[in-house]
C-alpha cells in the first residue's frame, strides 16, 4: 500500500522560502513519477510542478518557473519543493502525487490530476504581505 505524507507547510512572510517534502512509504519511489499540485480556498486544484520516476527531468507551471524547484531523492523515498521569492497568492494547501511507472516506459512528465494515482494529506502553505 502506498502512502504519501507532506511536511514542511507553514507560515512565512512574503519574499521568503519554503521546502516541502513528501515520504513514499510502501513502495520503491523509483518506480514513481510524481508532481506537486495546490489547492487555495474557493478554487480548483492546480498543477505546480511535476518530475520524471529518475529526477532527470522536470516540469512547471508558468508562474513557477524560476522560483520553485522540485526534487527527487529515490534513496531516501523522498521528493521534494523548494518554494523561493513566495507570494501572497501561492497561499494554498500543497499536495504531493505519485503514479507508477512499469519498467521500460519511459520517462514522461504528467501534469493532469487524473494521471495520479496516489495522493498525500497536504500541506498547508500561508504566505503574509
Known amino acids: 500500500q502506498v502512502q504519501l505524507v507532506e511536511s514542511g507547510g507553514g507560515l512565512v512572510q512574503a519574499g521568503g522560502s519554503l521546502k516541502l517534502s513528501c515520504q513514499m512509504s510502501?513502495?520503491?519511489?523509483?518506480?514513481?513519477?510524481a508532481g506537486w499540485f495546490r489547492q487555495a480556498p474557493g478554487k480548483e486544484r492546480e498543477f505546480v510542478a511535476a518530475i520524471t520516476w529518475g529526477g532527470g527531468g522536470t516540469d512547471y507551471a508558468g508562474s513557477m518557473k524560476g522560483r520553485f524547484t522540485v526534487s527527487k531523492d529515490n534513496a531516501k523515498n523522498t521528493m521534494y519543493l523548494q518554494m523561493n521569492s513566495l507570494k501572497p497568492e501561492d497561499t494554498a494547501v500543497y499536495y504531493c502525487?505519485?503514479?507508477?511507472?512499469?519498467?521500460?516506459?519511459?520517462?514522461?512528465?504528467?501534469?493532469?490530476?487524473?494521471?495520479?494515482?496516489?495522493w498525500g494529506q497536504g500541506a498547508q502553505v500561508t504566505v503574509s504581505s
Open positions: 502525487a505519485a503514479r507508477f511507472i512499469a519498467p521500460f516506459s519511459g520517462s514522461d512528465l504528467y501534469t493532469n490530476t487524473e494521471d495520479y494515482t496516489y
Open positions: 510502501g513502495r520503491r519511489f523509483d518506480n514513481y513519477a
